[in-house]
Nanobody, 116 residues
Framework: QVQLVESGGGLVQPGGSLKLSCAAS????????MKWYRQAPGKERELVAT????????NYADSVKGRFTISRDNAKPTVYLQMNSLKPEDTAVYYC?????????WGQGTQVTVSS
């Protein structure tokens, strides 16, 4: 059974940092690209960051470039999203995603709230 479990969300002040984790189980996550998405209230879900299976290539939404870093540890296996210089507009539920044999899998999401 494929499972993606996010953790690490919370309330942080503007300019602060958080590190999200996504623990993968039930499939060979090391062979697939992994992604972080987010969805703010009243908005569509948007792609935030992607990392290739080997971790050698990453991509980011323009809105988070230079502030967020995606990484992975295939030995655990876990995907991370380090978020620095957080802004109120980063407030959203953050989801981990993997496409495995044409099936798209999602975690339950973790809430990130940036507010003073």
């Amino acid at each position: 059974q494929v499972q993606l479990v996010e953790s690490g969300g919370g309330l942080v002040q503007p300019g602060g940092s958080l590190k999200l984790s996504c623990a993968a189980s039930g499939f060979a996550s090391r062979i697939v690209d992994m992604k972080w998405y987010r969805q703010a209230p009243g908005k569509e879900r948007e792609l935030v960051a992607t990392i290739t299976s080997g971790g050698d290539s990453t991509n980011y939404a323009d809105s988070v470039k230079g502030r967020f870093t995606i990484s992975r540890d295939n030995a655990k296996p876990t995907v991370y999203l380090q978020m620095n210089s957080l802004k109120p507009e980063d407030t959203a539920v953050y989801y981990c995603n993997a496409v495995y044999y044409r099936n798209s899998y999602w975690g339950q999401g973790t809430q990130v709230t940036v507010s003073s």
